[in-house]
């Protein structure tokens, strides 16, 4: 299964974050990805799998506007 | 020091584990009389109910076993609208528990039940082999509660159309405690183990008509409503966005994909009153001692149609229906 | 048309009265979001959702189970699992019961406990139990790394590895129609959103890249009904998905990893539908090969379900000799499996 939220960088230990979901603390493995405290991340079966870009966050009336072309 | 087979003998060592461990902790006129049976006041109708506990780790943030086994079998008095009176303890030790460990539930059980308001009038120990990992131990409570003359049936069969249907807080927190500590997720999660004798006692005196009531423990909310609906012939509908839970608890679930809603609770109850009557009794469950989250999560309709089709049914955030069937399976994460 | 807003698109989706279109989900955490957000009590009877093969447990055969079992009965081997697959069975049983009759069978958290637990345990070999699609693939490639760099000869993965792109192919081309694809949103995160776009050209079927909260699905779903018949892709999860992926994960599943055929729960071997260990790596290969075997068992209809031709109601054991307590095929076995989703969540 995906974890389906994200959780924030906390702390970084050479190639192990430490993650944390809403006060859940789990450490990840960060091989996979450059990332660094503060970053939103994707965690999956105990690897950040993604750094979340942000600028991108997928709110509503931005996906909206995305769609904008095929919604007539 | 570990507890040793001869403390389960009968002989001197019996002695003075219970002279030095429980008389130290449970002290009242009726137990320090150490008779074969207590005697004890009565009424005319009596809850009677018995519980064991066994859990894995027996200490856990927010709670232990001993405060468990108080809450559990008090809060089961509570939900027939009696009022808890007396419990009686019997502990099953494994040889080789380190005696500060029983030591630190005894006192917790102790404790609980005086803030419940309930006396321990007897007891029993026995000590069995350790039979491999950490050595643990079992407790068993019984307790009576009085139930006033006056009183209406309460029950999973007594709901009623348009009641309206109460959480006393936030829901999956001692699951979700229980399953951290064991799985090695670090975080702030503490079992809501309480006893609910102050919200419930209050509901009874101010006469609330509360048609059903039941503590939210293993199986969770989903079972509990279930069977409301199956044995009262009624549907439930539930609003997802009402339902409290704690962000925490909401991304400790997300973590292992599981659902609040079918998670444990040790301190909660769930009450389906007549809706007139739904103001006050949040009012009054919210004024009390652990239920400060207390919220309307729902209402009932009564519909005549054959029994198997009732259903509980949460409406959800986006607008969907789900509808909340039974538990299956053991509650425990999903992992891959 | 700015301006619309969430209400609006439940409204349109409710009162969709246009010819009839069928969604598949290809990601069993979509599955379970689904049924979680109760999304299908909101869609027009016009709109239909069909539940893919995107739940890695739902899609392994039953050959691999029982090696898995066969390895985990021997002396000095113990096997490391997800906690799911723990409880499909296998052509006779499965992990959980062999491990009641002594089995060496461990659940983990992740694959990457195995490093650990091989580096403290010299005595033993330990064999991951790697299944997945993409996404969980370079976290099976980091553990081989980590194995190397600790010199360790004890840890094997026996490895039943799906890539999705063949296999949407095969349901296009065999299954009961679909018109639209609700990407994977984490395999895309690895893979890159252009696998798909360069999917919804091929086959002319349009595909969008959706995350997993409700509103987000329901979006995706209101495009995909737009979209019909004139193809097209959109990426509504760009904050984790981009065009290429994640590079570095590509590129160490590449290392260690080579297409082959696989075989699917139901559908028989697929041609380039999965990853075996390249030649050079096989010596932490516990057995991989030849496992094709698939004893599904008898009236289990797993397999048309996987394909969208029926749906889990259809099948005669649903709901009755099948379910979540008494469960015959994968597919209810699972919590993202189609039928444990149907079942639990009372969809039609």
Redesign the interface.
Do not use: W
């Given at each position: 299964m995906c974890v389906a939220i994200p959780g924030r960088v906390i702390s970084m230990d050479g190639t192990k974050a430490t993650v944390d979901f809403s006060g859940n603390i789990v450490v990840a493995d960060a091989g996979l990805v450059d990332t660094k405290v503060g970053d939103r991340v994707l965690v999956h079966a105990g690897c950040i799998i993604q750094t979340m870009n942000d600028e991108l966050a997928d709110e509503i009336e931005s996906l909206m506007k995305e769609i904008e072309d095929i919604s007539n | 020091m570990k507890v040793t087979m001869a403390h389960g003998s009968g002989g001197e060592s019996t002695s003075k584990l219970i002279k030095d461990v429980f008389a130290k902790y449970f002290n009242n006129e009726i137990l320090n009389k150490l008779e074969d049976s207590a005697v004890v006041g009565g009424c005319s109708r009596l809850a009677i109910t018995t519980d064991s506990f066994v859990v894995t780790p027996i200490e856990f943030p927010g709670g232990n076993i001993g405060r468990l086994a108080v809450c559990g079998t008090v809060n089961d008095l509570l939900m027939s609208g009696s009022k808890p009176m007396y419990i009686t303890c019997g502990f099953i030790l494994e040889e080789g528990l380190d005696l500060d460990v029983l030591e630190r539930q005894v006192a917790s059980l102790a404790e609980c039940a005086k803030e419940a308001g309930v006396t321990i009038v007897t007891g029993d120990t026995k000590v069995i082999e350790n039979k491999g990992a950490e050595p643990g131990l079992i407790i068993n409570t019984s307790g009576v509660g009085f139930i006033s003359e006056d009183a209406q049936p309460i029950g999973p069969s007594c709901l009623e159309d348009n009641d309206v249907i109460i959480l006393s807080g936030n829901l999956g927190d001692h699951h979700a405690a229980i399953l951290a500590k064991r799985m090695g997720i670090e975080n702030n999660i503490k079992s809501d183990a309480a006893p609910l004798s102050e919200a419930v006692n209050n509901l009874m005196e101010q006469k609330i008509r509360v048609h059903a009531m039941r503590d939210v423990t293993r199986g969770g909310l989903g079972t509990v409503l279930n069977e409301f609906a199956e044995s009262s012939l009624c549907d439930i509908e539930l609003y997802e966005e009402k339902l409290p839970v704690s962000s925490e608890v909401k991304d400790f679930c997300g973590l292992l994909g599981l659902d609040p809603i079918y998670m444990g609770n040790e301190g909660k109850f769930v009450l389906s009153v007549h809706p007139d009557d739904a103001e006050q009794a949040l009012s009054i469950i919210r004024s009390s001692k652990y239920g400060e989250n207390a919220a309307v999560i729902g209402d009932v309709k009564k519909i005549n149609r054959a029994t198997d089709m009732h259903k509980v049914v949460l409406n959800t955030a986006i607008g969907g229906k789900r509808v909340i069937g039974l538990m299956y399976g053991e509650g425990l994460p999903r992992i891959c | 048309?700015?301006g619309?807003?969430?209400?609006e698109i439940?409204e349109e989706l409710k009162n969709y009265d246009g010819e009839e279109v069928r969604i598949m989900e290809v990601?069993?955490?979509h599955t379970?979001?689904i049924?979680?957000?109760?999304?299908?009590?909101?869609l027009s009877d016009k709109i239909k959702l069909i539940s893919g093969p995107g739940c890695?447990?739902c899609v392994t055969v039953t050959a691999v189970i029982d090696k898995l079992i066969e390895l985990s009965m021997r002396r000095d081997t113990i096997v490391l699992?997800?906690?799911?697959?723990i409880r499909v069975k296998g052509t006779s049983k499965s992990l959980a019961e062999a491990k009641g009759e002594g089995a060496h069978v461990k659940?983990?958290?992740?694959?990457?406990?195995t490093v650990k637990l091989a580096k403290e345990d010299p005595d033993h070999t330990y064999v991951f139990a790697a299944?997945?699609f993409e996404?969980?693939t370079?976290?099976y490639a980091?553990v081989l790394?980590e194995a190397i760099k600790n010199n360790l000869d004890n840890l094997k993965l026996l490895t039943s590895l799906k890539t999705m792109p063949e296999v949407i192919r095969f349901v296009v081309k065999n299954g009961g129609g679909v018109d639209g694809f609700i990407a994977p949103?984490?395999v895309a995160?690895?893979t890159g959103s252009n696998v798909y776009k360069e999917l919804s050209e091929e086959l002319g079927i349009p595909f969008v890249v959706a995350?997993?909260?409700?509103?987000?699905l329901?979006?995706t779903i209101?495009?995909l009904v737009?979209?019909k018949g004139k193809g097209?892709f959109?990426?509504?999860?760009?904050?984790?998905?981009?065009e290429n992926g994640?590079t570095?994960?590509k590129e160490?599943i590449e290392k260690f990893f080579e297409p082959a055929d696989a075989a699917w729960r139901g559908m028989g071997k697929i041609k380039g539908s999965g990853l075996v260990l390249k030649e050079e790596y096989r010596k932490f290969d516990a057995g991989s090969a030849m496992l094709d075997e698939d004893n599904m068992p008898p009236g289990c209809r797993c397999a048309d379900v996987l394909v969208g031709k029926i749906k889990p109601c259809d099948c005669p054991m649903f709901g009755k000799k099948c379910?979540?307590?008494t469960a015959h095929g994968a597919c209810m076995v699972?919590?993202?499996g189609s039928c444990y989703n149907y079942?639990?969540?009372?969809r039609q």
């Open positions: - | - | 048309m700015v619309f807003n969430i209400k439940v990601c069993g955490t379970a979001a049924s979680e957000n109760g999304i299908p009590s909101i890695p447990v699992t997800f906690g799911d697959l659940m983990v958290y992740s694959p990457m406990e299944i997945g996404t969980t370079p976290v980091m790394e949103g984490h995160t690895i995350g997993f909260e409700g509103a987000q329901l979006l209101y495009s737009k979209m097209g959109k990426n509504l999860y760009k904050s984790a998905v981009t994640n570095r994960a160490i379910t979540p307590d699972s919590t993202e079942f639990i969540s009372g």
